[in-house]
């Protein structure tokens, strides 16, 4: 089944961590951040479960299992501390939760 | 052992005059399998399409001025991983996948973005210093993997089939075997951030009544 060969699968799993990264660095909403953390996430997934496919163990497969669980978490988790934040300072944008800079 | 030995012994010799002719060949040999898909070969159309989908709506996520279209970006993106998840034959992954993150994970999103009811105020300029700093890192990553990927580094060997692909019952065999003391603990962790969610949303009567 498994014609596109492992480079074109790390290369596409690059490119989305890169995109990612990128959002996090340039994005100034928290959402949109958070969101682009979950992408890079997903990219390193598609890195291990194609790695996992051509050295055919199960691993890797494994592993993504771990790492869609613990990913769940992360969001509950941060998108309960966005909303707390949110109720306390009426803001999700960074640059406006500066307060510890000062 | 002899292998390693054999393979080490290659490149000092072609390091003399075969290499450059040999490294372009090989990363145009590359760029073809890109450029002309064999319109028979299915499944190499469908891994562009799902690859090239994935990344656009990945750009979608990070580029778009409503949150609401980023999430549903999300949600689309994820469904593009999940098409190349099967055709990796992981088809548990790929089903996971949809069920967890593009269906409960990434609606979470949605909904939190829909509450918060974020005006549009973002200053989404293109300067200051974290940006040339996202668009340096962006251009590294690229440059560092797809550099060892285009050089052929990576593959080395055809892919193993396992039989018939990522079965239920390996999944199970090894969670309930090698990985037993990892599915407890990950049981704990969502006991754990289960809890601090409610801790963190709920709402503090008692401080607000000490101000």
């Known amino acids: 089944m498994m014609t596109a060969s492992l480079n074109a699968y790390v290369i596409v799993s690059a490119v989305l961590f890169a995109i ?3 959002g996090v660095l340039i994005r100034r909403n928290t959402l949109i951040v958070f969101m682009s953390l979950e992408l890079m996430l997903i990219a390193s997934t598609l890195a291990l479960v194609a790695f996992s496919r051509v050295n ?3 691993d890797g497969n494994v592993f993504v299992f771990f790492i869609l669980t613990v990913a769940a978490a992360e969001v509950a988790v941060g998108l309960a501390i966005i909303v707390a934040l949110f109720r306390r300072r009426q803001t999700v944008q960074i640059d406006q939760l500066d307060t510890l800079k000062n | 052992m002899p292998t390693t ?3 080490r012994k290659k490149p000092p010799k072609n390091t003399a005059t075969p290499t450059n002719p040999a490294l372009p060949v090989l990363r145009f040999a590359f760029i073809t399998e890109f450029l002309k898909p064999d319109p028979t070969d299915m499944a190499q159309f469908l891994f562009l399409l799902f690859a090239i989908f994935t990344v656009l709506c990945a750009v979608g996520v990070v580029v778009n001025k409503n949150a609401v279209n980023a999430s549903i970006c999300l949600i689309l993106c994820l469904v593009g991983v999940a098409g190349l998840f099967v055709q990796l034959d992981a088809y548990l992954l790929a089903f996971v996948l949809l069920l967890v993150y593009a269906g409960a994970v990434a609606a979470l999103f949605l909904f939190i973005v ?3 009811d974020v005006q549009g105020k973002e200053t989404f300029g293109l300067r200051g210093f974290r940006t040339i700093a996202g668009f340096v890192a962006f251009a590294l990553l690229l440059a560092g993997i797809g550099s060892v990927a285009l050089k052929g580094q990576i593959v080395s060997s055809p892919p193993v089939s396992l039989t018939g692909g990522a079965q239920l ?11 037993l003391l990892p599915v407890q603990i990950i049981g704990f962790l969502l006991l754990i951030s289960m809890l601090g969610v409610i801790v963190l949303s709920k709402k503090h009567e008692i401080a607000e009544d000490a101000k």
Do not use: S, V
């Open chain 2, 169 to 179: 019952k390996l999944y199970a065999y090894q969670l309930f075997t090698t990985y």
């Open chain 2, 5 to 7: 030995n054999g393979i």
């Open chain 1, 20 to 22: 990612g990264f990128f």
């Open chain 2, 114 to 116: 829909m509450l918060l």
């Open chain 1, 56 to 58: 055919g163990t199960m």
